[in-house]
């Protein structure tokens, strides 16, 4: 997308279109879901809880939901596709993709709750 934005606002302002009200919505219900620290690293808005756990990235023609722990999450969303050798995992989102703000808010959740009981998954043991 471009030089990193210097703030979460930021970011959210310099999107347009469906990505803005999509990007907008997901980050209102994760937010709401639970305590997280928002961010911007590696260009990306990124929600953290006891490390990286969540972030959404928006891109050229869509937006990615990801997940550190999203391996663990496809229970909730089959829609969720692994991303790496670890635990990644993302939502693929084109302008016709539909999600909710409640499914946004339950994957969230989950996300918080994995990332407080099993620890920090930036950390490799």
């Given at each position: 997308m471009g030089p990193?934005?210097?703030s979460p606002d930021a970011y959210i302002a310099a999107l347009l279109g469906w990505q803005r009200k999509r990007c907008?919505?997901?980050r209102a219900a994760i937010m709401a879901a639970a305590p997280?620290?928002?961010t911007?690293?590696?260009t990306n808005l990124?929600?953290?809880a006891n490390g990286p756990c969540i972030l959404i990235r928006?891109?050229?023609h869509r937006v990615l939901?990801?997940?550190w722990r999203g391996k663990r999450l496809r229970e909730f969303d089959a829609r969720i596709k692994a991303s790496g050798k670890y635990e990644l995992g993302n939502l693929v989102m084109t302008e016709g993709t539909e999600v909710t703000a409640e499914a946004v808010a339950r994957l969230a959740a989950e996300a918080y709750r994995l990332n407080l009981e099993l620890g920090n998954p930036a950390r490799r043991t």
């Open positions: 990193a934005a210097e907008e919505m997901m997280f620290d928002e911007i690293k590696w990124v929600f953290m928006a891109e050229e939901l990801g997940f």
